[in-house]
Nanobody
């Protein structure tokens, strides 16, 4: 059974930092990443990372967010610096298995106050 367990969300002031973690189990994951969904908006990709370490960040977080992963622990991280109020959203962990199946975590809320 595949499980994705997220942690690290919370309330932070603008300019602050948070680190999200997502521990995955139950399969081998080719691509892992983070998506976010703000109230009233669609879920959008934030950053992804392959098993070989190739990363891709959406333009709005480049230079502020860093995605990384520990393949031995099947864990992906999102270091978020210089947070802005517009980063407020529920952040979801995503993992795509080697069989092409997408899995989602339950989400963790990040709130950035101005």
């Amino acid at each position: 059974q595949v499980q994705l367990v997220e942690s690290g969300g919370g309330l932070v002031q603008a300019g602050g930092s948070l680190r999200l973690s997502c521990a995955a189990s139950g399969s081998i994951f080719r691509i892992m990443g983070w998506y976010r969904q703000a109230p009233g908006k669609q879920r959008d990709v934030v950053a992804t990372i392959t098993s070989s370490g190739i990363t891709n960040n959406t333009d709005s977080v480049k230079g502020r967010f860093t995605i990384s992963r520990d393949n031995a622990k099947n864990t992906v991280y999102l270091q978020m610096n210089s947070l802005k109020p517009e980063d407020t959203a529920v952040y979801y962990c995503n993992a795509r298995s080697v069989f092409g199946i997408n899995y989602w975590g339950k989400g963790t809320l990040v709130t950035v106050s101005s």
